[in-house]
T-cell receptor, first 110, second 114 residues
Framework: QKEVEQNSGPLSVPEGAIASLNCTYSDRGSQSFFWYRQYSGKSPELIMSIYSNGDKEDGRFTAQLNKASQYVSLLIRDSQPSDSATYLCAVTKGAQKLVFGQGTRLTINP | NAGVMQNPRHLVRRRGQEARLRCSPVKGHSHVYWYRQLPEEGLKFMVYLQKENIIDESGMPKERFSAEFPKEGPSILRIQQVVRGDSAAYFC????????????FGPGTRLTVL
């Protein structure tokens, strides 16, 4: 079992719709959870962090965490073509290092 | 407000040569992390450093790879006697404190081994 699992996609969503990205993790001791966006050939960009159960909203982005189910998700409302990228779920292992999922490739269709 | 800086952005080496990758963290950040992204693979942790100390090198290959973060100057990831399998994107990230651990990534160094 991979430590952090994501559906690799590609996930195709029409412009203006809600994109839903999911991630599961195996280490129950994980405390911090992150979503990064990575455009092709570029570096990961931190877009959301979440530390406690529930929802966290920032603009068009909402992160959801359910520690009992070991599940993290990212919702992108009013999807734009510029949201087309690979989205990486990351979870802390131990105190500091991040373990990344393989990423979900998202395409927003105009 | 400069972010994480890495240089060079692209590095070409022949098999057997040495590669030196540099990383300057965000000003005020004392925690530095190196990750490697192989083609079509995910990001993998390599090493975590604080000034003058290696805290966790559990992701570093046992041979040929070393890292340092001196009191003055950038963090250095050194790869000796490179092989074709070392070709990858190497990313440095920094964070201000360990708690919550938001890590901000630099632009990366793309290493190509001929």
């Amino acid at each position: 079992q991979k430590e952090v699992e994501q559906n690799s996609g590609p996930l195709s969503v029409p412009e203006g719709a809600i994109a839903s990205l999911n991630c599961t993790y195996s280490d129950r001791g994980s405390q911090s959870f992150f979503w990064y966006r990575q455009y092709s050939g570029k570096s990961p960009e931190l877009i959301m962090s979440i530390y406690s159960n529930g929802d966290k909203e920032d603009g068009r982005f909402t992160a959801q965490l359910n520690k009992a189910s070991q599940y993290v998700s990212l919702l992108i409302r009013d999807s734009q073509p510029s949201d087309s990228a690979t989205y990486l779920c990351a979870v802390t292992k131990g105190a500091q290092k991040l373990v990344f999922g393989q990423g979900t490739r998202l395409t927003i269709n105009p | 407000n400069a972010g994480v800086m890495q240089n060079p952005r692209h590095l070409v080496r022949r098999r057997g040569q040495e590669a030196r990758l540099r990383c300057s963290p965000v000003k005020g950040h004392s925690h530095v992390y190196w990750y490697r992204q192989l083609p079509e693979e995910g990001l993998k942790f390599m090493v975590y450093l604080q000034k003058e100390n290696i805290i966790d090198e559990s992701g570093m290959p046992k041979e040929r790879f070393s890292a340092e973060f001196p009191k003055e100057g950038p963090s250095i990831l050194r790869i000796q006697q490179v092989v074709r399998g070392d070709s990858a994107a190497y990313f440095c990230a920094s964070s201000p404190i360990a708690i919550y651990n938001e890590q901000f990534f630099g632009p990366g160094t793309r290493l190509t081994v001929l």
